[in-house]
């Protein structure tokens, strides 16, 4: 009984966050056409609402992720889809780039990713929790492709403003499914932010970082890379895209079972790694076949998609309840200046060094990256990140 409501909590949270993925990247393909038609607006001030999202995001995750330490993860989570759901309204009634602008805040003051991990840690047993972050990452990929898709036929078939209302019907879906979830009582232990107890877990916030990095950069470079190289035009690369995400999520639920079996986690998280690293080595060798094109990012994102479930899933154990929600706050906070940085790395080395550049560079990223791991070890066990002797397990 205890397993089978687990899994009923684990979908619905999954659906909740799949459904806020579906609202946010279904516009990415009609962002810019639709905002610059609005009043006032310029390609400066178009990037300004594009990018201010990101950056709110990554300054409310951990603010609220310590609130939910001390109110519960409920509230604090129904406050973020809240605000999400009216950011969304907004971005439809908009007439005017300022209006954007501040619906685009709104929605990222919707950060709610750390408080969704510290309540997925909450609801699931340390056995089966690499398993049930793997569905959520799955369910949230999944609904990244159908993002992708679903917004181009949209805008096609009922214009643009049609594709911003799936925003606002996955938030109103976010919302409703939240009753369903159940409450979480406050930590009479909630703990005050500690710069020494962040900075103990420096190793994972490091790593995350690295990881969303080098994701943002090689995005950056797919659609030209796809399109002057394999000749494939923008609405012909979607295919290519889907297939290679679902080949990358074929390995994800038999590592996340050996991880959370294994006697050595530390070693399965430095092959997750290794994998990343290969896959961004064998595509700098810009291969003439899209077949082994596929191969070579399928290995990178198979390696990407293990460490997006087994990361956190590591960091859960060495977290106490006390301060859970502020940690998985500073967790996500670090994802999103991952892909923050991505995106100013990828461009720069396009600059100099083009396209191909972006893969050399993130090869030595993840090799540092990989060096570094080691002393991961010496956090895994300690509750609250203090140092202790390593665990037996690694």
Avoid at 119 to 127: A, E, G, K, R
Avoid at 193 to 219: E, K, P, T
Avoid at 235 to 257: A, D, G, K
């Amino acid at each position: 009984m205890e397993r089978r409501l687990e899994f009923r909590w684990v979908g619905l949270l999954s659906i909740i966050l799949a459904s806020r993925v579906l609202g946010l990247f279904a516009v990415f393909a009609v962002f810019t056409p639709y905002v610059l038609r609005l009043e006032d607006a310029t390609p400066w001030l178009t990037g300004i609402a594009f990018g201010v999202y990101g950056l709110v995001q990554a300054v409310c995750h951990m603010p609220l992720g310590m609130l939910s330490d001390r109110w519960g993860r409920k509230p604090v989570m129904g406050f973020g889809l809240l605000c999400f759901l009216v950011g969304s309204v907004l971005t439809v009634m908009s007439h005017h780039i300022a209006t954007m602008m501040v619906a685009r805040v709104l929605q990222g003051m919707g950060a709610i990713g750390g408080v969704a991990m510290a309540w997925l840690v909450d609801i699931t047993q340390s056995t089966s929790r690499t398993k049930a972050m793997a569905v959520v990452g799955a369910a949230m990929g999944a609904s990244f492709l159908l993002a992708i898709c679903l917004g181009s036929w949209l805008a096609g078939m009922f214009g643009l403003r049609a594709v911003f209302m799936v925003a606002v019907v996955a938030s109103a879906l976010g919302l409703l499914l939240l009753l369903y979830l159940p409450a979480t009582q406050h930590s009479m232990a909630a703990q005050p932010f500690s710069i020494r107890s962040w900075w103990s877990y420096r190793i994972y916030y490091f790593g995350v970082m690295v990881q969303h990095m080098v994701l943002a950069a090689n995005f950056m470079v797919l659609p030209i890379q796809l399109q002057t190289h394999y000749l494939l035009a923008i609405e012909q690369q979607w295919r290519y895209l889907c297939t290679v995400f679902l080949i990358s999520f074929l390995p994800l639920m038999v590592w996340s079972r050996w991880l959370d079996r294994s006697q050595h986690p530390i070693r399965l998280i430095r092959y997750a790694i290794l994998s990343m690293m290969l896959g961004q080595w064998l595509l700098t060798w810009s291969v003439e076949s899209v077949s082994l094109w596929l191969g070579f990012m399928g290995l990178f994102l198979s390696g990407f998609n293990c460490l997006e479930a087994g990361l956190p899933a590591m960091l859960s154990r060495s977290v106490t309840i006390g301060h859970r929600g502020q940690v998985m706050g500073g967790y996500s906070t670090c994802q999103f200046l991952g892909i923050f940085f991505g995106g100013l790395f990828a461009g720069w080395v396009i600059e100099y060094w083009g396209a191909i550049g972006v893969y050399y560079m993130s090869t030595i990223i993840l090799a540092i990256w990989c060096i570094t791991w080691r002393t991961a070890d010496i956090l895994e066990c300690s509750p609250g990140g203090k140092k202790q002797p390593r665990c037996a397990s690694a």
